[in-house]
């Protein structure tokens, strides 16, 4: 079992910054692709970003390239996402989620983080 337990959202204006932070817990952490994925209301659940186990390959959902950046500290067991520019549209429940290497599907979720930009 993976842990997942993220931190860091809230209100802020357009434009505006937010760090999010997901703290892991249980098996090794460094085994485990990373993902950010987010939710608003009455949509479905969408990828943002995903960062390797090794830290040196990410991939981002288009809308938020150039203004999101995901990273991770393996010494921590640390996952984070910047969050810059962020608009409206970005407002939605945040959830970290571990996939194993070996694997395709995402295994493991956090309870998620509310993140509300106002215009």
């Known amino acids: 079992q993976v842990q997942l337990v993220e931190s860091g959202g809230g209100l802020v204006q357009a434009g505006g910054s937010l760090r999010l932070s997901c703290a892991a817990s249980?098996?090794?952490?460094?085994?485990?692709?990373m993902g950010w994925f987010r939710q608003a209301p009455g949509k479905e659940r969408e990828f943002v970003a995903v960062i390797r186990r090794s830290g040196s390959t990410t991939y981002y959902r288009e809308s938020v390239k150039g203004r999101f950046t995901i990273s991770r500290d393996n010494a921590k067991n640390t996952v984070s996402l910047q969050m810059n520019s962020l608009k409206p549209e970005d407002t939605a429940v945040y959830y970290c989620?571990?996939?194993?290497?070996?694997?395709?599907?995402?295994?493991?979720w956090g309870q998620g983080t509310q993140v509300t930009v106002s215009s």
């Open positions: 989620a571990a996939r194993h290497f070996s694997r395709t599907d995402y295994d493991y």
């Open positions: 249980g098996r090794t952490f460094s085994n485990y692709d």
